[in-house]
């Protein structure tokens, strides 16, 4: 069974920042090496879930252009942890931010894939 448990939210001024993580239990890089992958996305209220970053398993990384040079996904595979660190935060990136685990296509991991597991997710607020 996957679990995955965001934690890091908050309330922030414009150009703070904060790091969002999410603890993965059941999804592992070593156990689902072959089609890792593991993604932050966000929602606001009235809009469309959108996909923030991904990363898979050769660690690289994608980003949706809207948060790119502020915001960067990492991992630590020993942890099983996944990590966003967003900086310069704007008030147009308030949402709810959900961690997401293995893409519905395998071997497709980009911002906008459908991912099989999700968090319940963490509020960032950004006055």
Do not use: H
Not at 60 to 85: E, P
């Amino acid at each position: 069974q996957v679990q995955l448990v965001e934690s890091g939210g908050g309330s922030v001024q414009a150009g703070g920042s904060l790091r969002l993580s999410c603890a993965a239990s059941g999804y592992t890089y070593s156990t689902n090496y072959a089609s890792y992958c593991m993604g932050w996305f966000r929602q606001a209220p009235g809009k469309e879930r959108e996909g923030v970053a991904v990363i898979d398993k050769t660690s690289t990384t994608y980003y949706t252009d809207s948060v790119k040079g502020r915001f960067t996904i990492s991992q630590d595979n020993d942890k099983n942890t996944l990590y966003l660190q967003m900086n310069s935060l704007k008030p147009e990136d308030s949402a709810m931010y959900y961690c997401a685990a293995e893409p519905v296509l395998f071997g497709v991991c980009g911002v906008r894939a459908g991912f099989n597991y999700w968090g319940q997710g963490t509020q960032v607020t950004v006055s």
